[in-house]
């Protein structure tokens, strides 16, 4: 029988905490269970195993930026769209950077994290397609954005970028790059 409150949703918070706490490397089975104040077999009534805790955080992480950033674009198009994206974005990885750190990013994922991931994906292509983007075209441009604003907020995170110029005025170039070419971008 499971423990009473404990449920699914609630290990994967635990294991949130932990990571948000600890790193990506704090997260382990026994830590969960720790915080969730449960014996670690307890945990296998809810998650088969580290695995698929691990695409179970990742799902939830992709579920939080789809809502981030589903929000900030919400009424706008274009470049105002594409900036507010942006800034959502990068600001998630900052305010969070080991739980974005700890989202898994391999493609051969077992489907646990599909549905979130291509939730996330719908509103990039969502934003991108105001330029009339379609295809092809469209899957470059979210290639590229993905690329951009994941780079730059690693970095920023991590405490990459040592000058002392700005790094708000840097982002702000870095969208208007990407706005710009969008722009040009032809189907």
């Given at each position: 029988m499971p423990r009473a409150g404990l449920s699914p949703d609630a290990v994967v918070d635990a294991a949130i905490a932990v990571v948000?706490?600890?790193?990506?490397?704090a997260l382990t089975l026994a830590a969960v269970a720790g915080r969730a104040g449960v014996a670690t077999p307890s945990l296998?009534?809810?998650?088969?195993?580290?695995?698929?805790?691990?695409?179970l955080v990742t799902a939830r992480i992709l579920e939080?930026?789809?809502?981030?950033?589903?929000?900030?674009?919400?009424?706008?198009?274009?470049?105002?769209?594409?900036?507010?994206?942006?800034r959502a974005y990068r600001g998630y990885?900052?305010?969070?950077?080991?739980?974005?750190?700890?989202?898994?990013?391999?493609?051969?994922r077992q489907h646990v994290g599909d549905a979130a991931a291509e939730r996330l994906?719908?509103?990039?292509?969502?934003?991108?397609?105001?330029?009339?983007?379609?295809?092809?075209?469209?899957?470059?441009?979210?290639?590229?954005?993905?690329?951009?604003?994941?780079?730059?907020?690693?970095?920023?995170?991590?405490?990459?970028?040592?000058?002392?110029?700005?790094?708000?005025a840097s982002y702000e170039r870095l969208i208007t790059v990407l706005t710009s070419g969008f722009s040009q971008a032809r189907v």
């Amino acid at each position: 029988m499971p423990r009473a409150g404990l449920s699914p949703d609630a290990v994967v918070d635990a294991a949130i905490a932990v990571v948000d706490a600890g790193g990506p490397g704090a997260l382990t089975l026994a830590a969960v269970a720790g915080r969730a104040g449960v014996a670690t077999p307890s945990l296998y009534k809810h998650v088969r195993n580290l695995a698929e805790l691990r695409q179970l955080v990742t799902a939830r992480i992709l579920e939080e930026l789809a809502d981030r950033l589903g929000n900030a674009a919400m009424g706008r198009s274009r470049d105002d769209a594409v900036a507010a994206l942006m800034r959502a974005y990068r600001g998630y990885v900052v305010e969070h950077p080991s739980r974005y750190a700890s989202m898994e990013q391999s493609a051969e994922r077992q489907h646990v994290g599909d549905a979130a991931a291509e939730r996330l994906l719908g509103v990039i292509y969502a934003v991108l397609r105001g330029y009339g983007l379609d295809g092809p075209e469209l899957v470059h441009a979210a290639r590229c954005l993905r690329s951009a604003v994941h780079g730059f907020a690693i970095l920023e995170a991590s405490g990459g970028f040592g000058l002392p110029e700005d790094l708000e005025a840097s982002y702000e170039r870095l969208i208007t790059v990407l706005t710009s070419g969008f722009s040009q971008a032809r189907v």
